[in-house]
């Protein structure tokens, strides 16, 4: 029975020493309570560190025990991997690159080795409890390197992934000295889950940039597999946010609350000390608020709630200290003896205590400078049940994509800050009730069990849709089988593709003229009277004829527009007509000179817009944009628009290999065939073949609707000589 194993640095219950023993305390966030349900179900497992550093054996199996028995496995770091691994790479440079202040992002070697031990660590541990039929999730910037760890060892293992904080722009990530590393660390989960779109498309320009490999729909075509890119909005447990809110012990606290603050209009920020959270910016608006509208002294309060966070950081330390003194400063210039304008607290609470602050305000600020979803605005709005009330939330915060009833702002921008809440102090009581029953019907449907259950459920399909697509690699066993029927065969059928198959791509496509060992491998093949040897290429019949036409081999050209028997003279297909060319060649010319490295190629019957040489991303852009253009100028025409190997082709529609290469099949009826291509188009080759022929894919990347495939040009080559050898008369 296959088993779920999550893992993440910090296990969802955390490990202190006290003066008797150890004590065990769950974790009340968010992600503790989402996969509660799921890795308490009977065989899960959620791997973590416990919290503590536990050199001595005899406590580390104290701890591996009361933690197993609730479905918990820890790994054990000691104090250097905690220094290099987490408060070193982690939150010293992938925390402050990843959330745009890469000013404080720190490039230390060996920070980076830990932090790639550790993963290892992590991933041993992995190991250890999974099986091979197990589905592993993997959260977060401290396990990066995790998945493909993971995929190394388990190659067919069904592994997902979650970053919960945001992902940078392709220009921030790339001043990493580890960037490729971690993308291809990211790249061994089958799926990559991020909080919203925007992050999904900066990781796809960086894996584009950086790697290099394509993108369509959010599928990321590797070597030897898809990787599904997709973003799943994590939410919170609404119920429970909502019935701490509603219970007596909330309202006790709200009572208490509201008494030692009569009349006040209470404005709440609440977060974790961090520079990202705009703490000192809103404290800056709200003394602008109180400037600007006088009228809001002696009414207006806010109360600050600041959890204890990193500070012995020196950034954190002087955060802290610019919160201390922005506060005072505040305070004694607008403070009466009646009212304090903020109320400072440098602390955490419980949940009821919490739940009554939200209850209590009349405005929240969640103004980020920078967010991966941010989770407070949701415990705002759950917390209110049918109050009133105002949400001020940072468009730079993830949450931002989903709750557009709240007052959106640029938490950079003091002014519209301070507009913002002048607004919601004064927005009428019927306005807030609306907008806040809009967001809460929102985060009570998209709750954290909706996010656990979407996110397993598409990791789950994306596994089957692979293992449908898959192919089988042409292994030793296969090959063999291969070429014994080949032997014994009397009339062989062998369709080769050129480019990516015979002869690996260059980045000019005039110069990737046939090896002397693929020329020899061709003669030798043609030259026995069982064989047929047919070159299918997407390349125009001059460059073929000139390459390879002194062989006896046959040819299908331009993707099936021309065609020649060995020995005789090249023929059309069908009738073609070419004076559509002159409508569509100035849209090629459009698209050549906005895309610097791409150019055209002209044959007889169609037109090819290169792009191997163009920027990665900026092609990937045109890409789209001319596939758009040239399907609206072929709308209702007899044209189509072929997308190759970094080719778009636009030709005569049902003309492709597989017609051509059926009628070769229909021609000669061999007892054996052997179809070898590499991109798209040579999907029409496979398809036209009967279920019994040897199809193969050329490259590592297993989605085809050929039986077998194999990583490259050099394989083919190989394949082919042990043929060519079966050929030799001996």
């Given at each position: 029975?296959?088993?779920?194993i999550?893992?993440?640095?910090r296990?969802p219950?955390k490990?202190q020493?006290?003066d008797?023993?150890?004590a065990?305390?769950p974790?009340?966030?968010?992600?503790?309570?989402?996969?509660?349900?799921?890795y308490?179900?009977?065989?899960?497992?959620?791997?973590?560190?416990?919290?503590?550093?536990?050199?001595?054996?005899?406590e580390?199996q104290?701890?591996?025990?009361?933690l197993q028995?609730?479905?918990?496995?820890?790994?054990f770091?000691?104090?250097d991997?905690?220094?290099?691994f987490?408060?070193g790479f982690?939150?010293?440079?992938?925390?402050?690159t990843?959330?745009?202040?890469?000013?404080?992002a720190?490039?230390?070697?060996?920070?980076?080795e830990?932090?790639?031990?550790v993963?290892?660590?992590?991933?041993?541990a992995v190991l250890?409890?999974a099986g091979?039929?197990d589905?592993?999730?993997?959260h977060?910037?401290q396990?990066l390197l995790?998945?493909q760890m993971?995929?190394?060892?388990r190659p067919h293992?069904?592994i997902?992934?979650f970053?919960?904080?945001?992902?940078?722009?392709y220009?921030?990530?790339?001043?990493?000295?580890?960037?490729?590393q971690l993308l291809?660390g990211?790249?061994?989960?089958?799926l990559?889950?991020f909080?919203t779109?925007?992050?999904?498309?900066h990781?796809?320009?960086?894996?584009s940039?950086?790697?290099?490999?394509?993108?369509?729909n959010?599928?990321?075509?590797l070597?030897n597999?898809t990787?599904l890119?997709d973003?799943f909005?994590?939410?919170?447990?609404?119920e429970?946010?909502?019935n701490?809110?509603?219970?007596?012990v909330?309202?006790?606290?709200?009572?208490?609350?509201?008494?030692?603050?009569?009349?006040a209009?209470?404005i709440?920020?609440?977060?974790r000390?961090?520079?990202?959270?705009?703490?000192?910016?809103?404290?800056r608006?709200?003394e602008?608020?109180?400037q600007?509208?006088p009228?809001?002294?002696?009414?207006?309060?806010?109360i600050?709630l600041v959890?204890?966070?990193?500070?012995?950081v020196?950034q954190?330390q002087?955060?802290?200290?610019e919160?201390?003194?922005?506060?005072g400063r505040?305070?004694?210039?607008?403070?009466?003896?009646?009212?304090?304008?903020i109320h400072y607290?440098?602390?955490?609470?419980?949940?009821?205590?919490l739940?009554?602050l939200?209850?209590m305000?009349?405005?929240?600020?969640?103004?980020?400078i920078r967010d991966?979803?941010?989770?407070v605005s949701?415990?705002?709005?759950?917390?209110k049940a049918?109050?009133?009330?105002v949400?001020?939330?940072?468009?730079?915060?993830?949450?931002?994509r989903?709750?557009?009833?709240?007052?959106?702002?640029?938490?950079?921008?003091m002014?519209q800050?301070?507009?913002?809440?002048?607004?919601?102090?004064?927005?009428p009581e019927e306005?807030?009730?609306?907008?806040?029953a809009?967001m809460?019907?929102?985060?009570?449907?998209?709750n954290?069990?909706h996010?656990?259950e979407l996110?397993?459920?598409?990791?789950?399909?994306?596994?089957i849709?692979?293992?449908?697509?898959?192919?089988?690699?042409?292994?030793?066993?296969?090959?063999?089988?291969?070429?014994?029927q080949y032997t014994?065969?009397?009339q062989?059928l062998l369709?080769?593709?050129y480019?990516?198959?015979l002869?690996?791509?260059?980045?000019?496509p005039?110069?990737?003229?046939?090896?002397?060992?693929i020329?020899?491998?061709?003669?030798?093949?043609?030259?026995?009277?069982?064989?047929?040897?047919?070159i299918?290429s997407?390349?125009?019949?001059?460059?073929l004829?000139?390459?390879?036409?002194h062989l006896p081999?046959?040819?299908i050209?331009?993707h099936?527009?021309?065609?020649?028997a060995?020995g005789?003279?090249?023929?059309?297909f069908?009738?073609?007509?070419?004076?559509w060319?002159?409508?569509?060649?100035?849209?090629?010319e459009l698209?050549?000179?906005?895309?610097?490295?791409?150019?055209?190629?002209?044959?007889d019957?169609?037109?090819?817009?290169?792009?191997?040489?163009?920027?990665?991303e900026?092609?990937?852009?045109?890409?789209r944009?001319?596939?758009?253009?040239l399907?609206?100028?072929?709308?209702n025409?007899?044209?189509?628009?072929?997308?190759?190997n970094k080719?778009?082709?636009?030709?005569?529609?049902?003309?492709?290999?597989?017609?051509?290469?059926?009628?070769?099949?229909?021609?000669?009826?061999?007892?054996?065939?052997?179809?070898?291509?590499?991109d798209r188009?040579d999907?029409d080759?496979f398809?036209?073949?009967?279920?019994?022929?040897?199809?193969?894919?050329?490259?590592?990347?297993?989605?085809?609707?050929?039986?077998?495939?194999?990583p490259g040009?050099t394989e083919?080559?190989?394949?082919?000589q042990?043929?060519?050898?079966v050929?030799?008369?001996?």
């Amino acid at each position: 029975m296959s088993r779920t194993i999550i893992v993440s640095n910090r296990l969802p219950t955390k490990v202190q020493r006290t003066d008797d023993d150890l004590a065990f305390t769950p974790s009340e966030g968010g992600l503790a309570t989402g996969l509660g349900s799921i890795y308490r179900a009977e065989g899960n497992v959620w791997i973590g560190w416990p919290g503590l550093v536990a050199d001595d054996e005899t406590e580390r199996q104290q701890i591996t025990t009361k933690l197993q028995a609730d479905s918990m496995q820890p790994v054990f770091l000691n104090d250097d991997e905690i220094k290099g691994f987490y408060e070193g790479f982690s939150n010293e440079t992938l925390w402050p690159t990843f959330h745009y202040f890469s000013q404080y992002a720190v490039y230390n070697e060996q920070h980076w080795e830990t932090y790639v031990a550790v993963n290892q660590k992590f991933c041993d541990a992995v190991l250890e409890a999974a099986g091979d039929d197990d589905t592993i999730w993997v959260h977060d910037y401290q396990l990066l390197l995790l998945p493909q760890m993971l995929r190394k060892a388990r190659p067919h293992s069904t592994i997902g992934f979650f970053l919960h904080i945001p992902f940078p722009s392709y220009e921030l990530l790339r001043a990493l000295p580890w960037r490729t590393q971690l993308l291809e660390g990211m790249l061994g989960a089958d799926l990559i889950g991020f909080h919203t779109f925007g992050y999904m498309r900066h990781f796809l320009s960086s894996v584009s940039q950086l790697l290099g490999y394509p993108s369509q729909n959010g599928r990321l075509e590797l070597k030897n597999r898809t990787v599904l890119i997709d973003a799943f909005p994590m939410g919170i447990d609404y119920e429970r946010y909502a019935n701490a809110a509603a219970s007596e012990v909330a309202q006790e606290h709200e009572q208490n609350y509201l008494a030692a603050l009569p009349n006040a209009r209470i404005i709440l920020s609440i977060d974790r000390l961090d520079y990202t959270k705009g703490i000192a910016q809103r404290l800056r608006a709200f003394e602008l608020l109180l400037q600007r509208y006088p009228e809001w002294q002696g009414r207006a309060t806010l109360i600050m709630l600041v959890v204890p966070s990193r500070d012995q950081v020196a950034q954190y330390q002087e955060l802290k200290e610019e919160i201390d003194e922005l506060v005072g400063r505040i305070n004694a210039d607008y403070r009466t003896i009646t009212w304090n304008p903020i109320h400072y607290f440098y602390r955490s609470l419980p949940l009821e205590e919490l739940t009554a602050l939200y209850r209590m305000a009349e405005v929240a600020l969640v103004t980020p400078i920078r967010d991966g979803m941010n989770l407070v605005s949701k415990e705002f709005i759950a917390s209110k049940a049918d109050h009133s009330g105002v949400l001020i939330l940072s468009e730079r915060a993830g949450a931002a994509r989903e709750l557009s009833d709240a007052l959106l702002i640029n938490p950079s921008d003091m002014n519209q800050l301070a507009e913002a809440m002048h607004e919601a102090l004064e927005m009428p009581e019927e306005e807030q009730k609306m907008r806040l029953a809009n967001m809460q019907a929102l985060v009570q449907h998209y709750n954290v069990y909706h996010w656990t259950e979407l996110f397993m459920n598409r990791l789950a399909y994306t596994k089957i849709k692979q293992m449908t697509l898959a192919t089988e690699m042409l292994d030793a066993t296969e090959a063999t089988t291969l070429r014994q029927q080949y032997t014994t065969a009397s009339q062989r059928l062998l369709l080769l593709d050129y480019d990516g198959t015979l002869a690996p791509f260059h980045p000019n496509p005039q110069k990737a003229a046939p090896s002397a060992e693929i020329l020899e491998t061709l003669t030798t093949l043609s030259a026995d009277p069982h064989n047929r040897v047919v070159i299918i290429s997407g390349r125009d019949r001059q460059t073929l004829q000139k390459w390879l036409g002194h062989l006896p081999v046959d040819f299908i050209a331009e993707h099936g527009v021309w065609l020649r028997a060995a020995g005789q003279d090249w023929t059309l297909f069908q009738p073609m007509r070419n004076d559509w060319m002159k409508e569509i060649r100035p849209t090629l010319e459009l698209y050549v000179s906005r895309t610097a490295g791409s150019f055209i190629e002209d044959k007889d019957f169609s037109l090819v817009w290169h792009y191997r040489r163009a920027d990665a991303e900026l092609a990937a852009v045109r890409v789209r944009e001319l596939i758009s253009h040239l399907s609206f100028l072929t709308s209702n025409s007899d044209l189509q628009v072929l997308e190759g190997n970094k080719v778009i082709e636009i030709k005569a529609a049902g003309l492709n290999k597989g017609t051509a290469a059926a009628r070769w099949v229909a021609t000669y009826q061999p007892d054996f065939i052997l179809a070898i291509g590499d991109d798209r188009t040579d999907e029409d080759t496979f398809g036209a073949m009967p279920k019994d022929a040897f199809t193969i894919k050329v490259g590592r990347n297993s989605r085809s609707l050929a039986r077998f495939h194999v990583p490259g040009t050099t394989e083919v080559q190989e394949l082919l000589q042990s043929l060519a050898e079966v050929s030799v008369p001996q």
